[in-house]
């Protein structure tokens, strides 16, 4: 089974080699007994971070009874990502190194000063990280977003849609939290309230402290839902494939409990002050070809009326691209989430925002559009991983549509 995750487990092996390299360097002041001392404490140290990292993977379908075993992992992802962005300088000294030696034909030592600046930058990191998950994962923000849409009937003008996304409900158990998230929810008495995926993380049982909470949330036409890609429990290892299909049935009867309506590539037509639109829901579907693709926009909107405004949700950002802007363009909003902004990054007012996850996906954060139409990537409410955000808290956001004057 483990044979799954052996590219993890080499990479990280390189990992540990390559920044073990830099110990000559960094401890050049140290005697020779010292060094050794140091050196034997980082294999052992590797070793056994190697190790809890490969008996974890064997165990993950014990996460969800275990916070220990989620934060330990959490602490793996933490260390080995910034023992990754410390191999980058290291990385960058020796090519340094490289083109200097073929200059000067004979070899030099790798820098103290870059080592030790790669050093700084990577501790600076780590303290971001664990700052972030002591201090906000339950800092949750309300984003105010005003879109123009065309073509939008006066009748439909300042309609109110608050959007949720991404809460992974197996990743803290924390009911008090998330009740006064509901309650931020309910004070923006929003028309809808629509939430676009991945409610929990591998099964159905992360849901038991949450039940009496999610099933507060109100608005004047309903909670509406997708299903994202860890709905699924694809990466659960499930007995057979009827624990797997009992899974995804157990959710829709999860959230019909909870008073959702989910809509499984499906539409809903909703009246507002005289005037139709449509709500459009569709399941999972990506461009990455690890994710589930059971999202079929045209059985979605089948039998569909002509209406004015057409809203879609669609867990994955990267669906807007691949289909929606190319064969459906009166669909004037595309919801989703998924990205999380990596739950790491930052932004300085609206001028510019970087997260790592923009390399991984196009629209990975806030507003985009194209022509008339508009795509919005939500940060989420949840963690998934690592269970902090740095930069990117959890977000509420909050629509009003209006008309083009």
């Not at 409610?199 to 509406?224: A, Q």
């Not at 499984?264 to 999972?284: M, P």
């Not at 070809?289 to 994955?316: C, E, S, W």
């Amino acid at each position: 089974m483990l044979l799954r995750y052996l590219p993890i487990l080499l990479f990280i092996f390189f990992i540990e080699w390559y920044s073990f390299q830099a110990i000559d360097t960094l401890g050049s002041f140290l005697s020779a007994t010292g060094l050794q001392i140091v050196k034997v404490f980082v294999i052992v140290a590797g070793a056994i971070m190697m190790l809890a990292l490969v008996s974890l993977l064997n165990q993950r379908n014990t996460f969800n009874s275990s916070m220990y075993k989620r934060y330990m992992l959490s602490f793996l992802v933490i260390i080995y990502s910034a023992k990754f962005v410390f191999c980058l300088f290291l990385l960058l000294d020796d090519f340094r190194r490289s083109i200097i030696s073929l200059i000067q034909n004979q070899p030099i030592d790798r820098s103290f000063l870059w080592t030790l600046l790669g050093t700084t930058f990577v501790s600076t990191i780590l303290l971001l990280l664990i700052r972030g998950m002591w201090k906000n994962p339950f800092k949750f923000k309300v984003i105010d977003q005003a879109l123009h849409i065309e073509g939008l009937p006066d009748a439909l003008n300042g309609l109110h849609i608050v959007q949720i996304s991404d809460i992974h409900a197996g990743t803290f158990n924390a009911p008090e939290a998330y009740t006064r998230c509901v309650n931020m929810i309910n004070e923006l008495k929003a028309d809808l309230v629509l939430f676009t995926g991945d409610l929990v993380n591998f099964d159905i049982s992360e849901l038991r402290p949450y039940m009496n909470v999610f099933n507060k949330i109100k608005s004047t036409y309903g909670t509406f839902a997708v299903l994202g890609n860890h709905d699924y429990g694809h990466f659960y290892n499930w007995k057979s494939r009827l624990d797997a299909e009992n899974q995804i049935q157990q959710l829709r009867e999860v959230h019909k409990k909870l008073g959702w309506n989910l809509l499984n590539n499906e539409h809903r037509i909703i009246n507002h002050n005289g005037v139709n639109f449509a709500l459009i829901g569709v399941e999972n579907v990506s461009e990455k070809p690890y994710f589930p693709k059971f999202g079929d926009m045209n059985k979605a909107v089948r039998n569909m009326p002509k209406v004015p405004l057409q809203i879609l949700m669609t867990h994955d950002p990267t669906h807007w691209d691949m289909e929606i802007v190319k064969d459906f363009p009166d669909v004037d909003l595309t919801l989703s989430g998924h990205t999380h902004g990596m739950q790491f990054g930052f932004e300085i007012g609206n001028k510019f925002k970087w997260s790592p996850v923009k390399y991984a996906y196009k629209h990975w954060l806030g507003l985009y559009q194209k022509g008339k139409q508009y795509l919005y990537v939500n940060r989420g409410l949840g963690c998934l991983v690592y269970p902090g955000r740095v930069g990117m808290l959890p977000e509420i956001t909050s629509f009003r549509l209006h008309s083009f004057e």
